[in-house]
């Protein structure tokens, strides 16, 4: 597969996305900002008096054939960015129990097409190498004890990066994760690649 893709860029120039510099060619869904009114009810509870709330939201797009939505908020939250890492940023990824397409996103931005390692963003197979822990999944009870055990394993200094509705907010179908305090919350379900990339490069310091 990897020769495929070095045989293609050799042919035809850079293949990679011209995101974050340039607009992504897909942007991601972005209910943001609630203008009108109208009778629908969103199925999860996500639009409260005309505000769009990220946490609850599933990205089902059904509203979006009933109301009008306008700005361009950003799909991410950072509560504390981590400028030690600006240099690189290791991840480290636990699934406490998702539909697998969160992790399917996730690993998308190690793929050619956006390619995170331009931006010293890297995977790791060990906690005790990782900078951050993201989390994805309603919480179970059996991963309860893990998440807590591999963020302890983690060295300083360290953040945990939530991702996805159901880590977030339950998604209507479980409960949030709760043992750790997110540093940084990654919205969607999932979240597309661009809001990925875009999260982690702000959360690491730099400015996409
Ligand atoms: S996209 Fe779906 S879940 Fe989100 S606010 Fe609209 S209707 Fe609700
Ligand atoms: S947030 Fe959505 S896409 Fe991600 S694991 Fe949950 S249901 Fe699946």
């Avoid at 972005?30 to 990205?59: H, M, Q, T, Y």
Wanted: net charge neutral; charged share 20%; hydrophobic share 35%.
């Amino acid at each position: 597969m990897s020769n495929q893709w070095f045989i293609k860029g050799v042919k035809k120039g850079i293949l990679t996305e011209g995101f974050p510099q340039l607009p992504p060619e897909k942007p991601p869904l972005r209910p943001s900002l609630l203008i009108g009114s109208s009778n629908f009810k969103c199925p999860v509870g996500a639009l409260d008096e005309n505000k769009w709330n990220p946490e609850k939201c599933i990205f089902c797009d059904k509203c979006s054939m009933e109301m009008h939505f306008t700005g361009d908020q950003k799909l991410f939250k950072i509560n504390r960015k981590m400028n030690a890492f600006k240099r690189s940023l290791y991840i480290y990824i636990i699934d406490s129990g998702t539909c697998g397409a969160c992790n399917a996103e996730l690993f998308n931005i190690f793929s050619p097409q956006y390619d995170a390692n331009r931006y010293g963003i890297f995977l790791t197979n060990t906690p005790r190498n990782a900078d951050v822990l993201v989390l994805m999944g309603v919480e179970t009870e059996g991963m309860k004890s893990v998440l807590e055990e591999t963020y302890e394993s983690m060295p300083e200094p360290k953040c945990v990066v939530k991702m996805g509705t159901c880590a977030i907010g339950g998604a209507g179908i479980g409960s949030k994760i709760s043992s750790l305090e997110p540093d940084a919350l990654i919205y969607g379900c999932p979240p597309s690649p661009y809001t990925i990339l875009e999260a982690l490069i702000e959360l690491k310091g730099d400015k996409p």
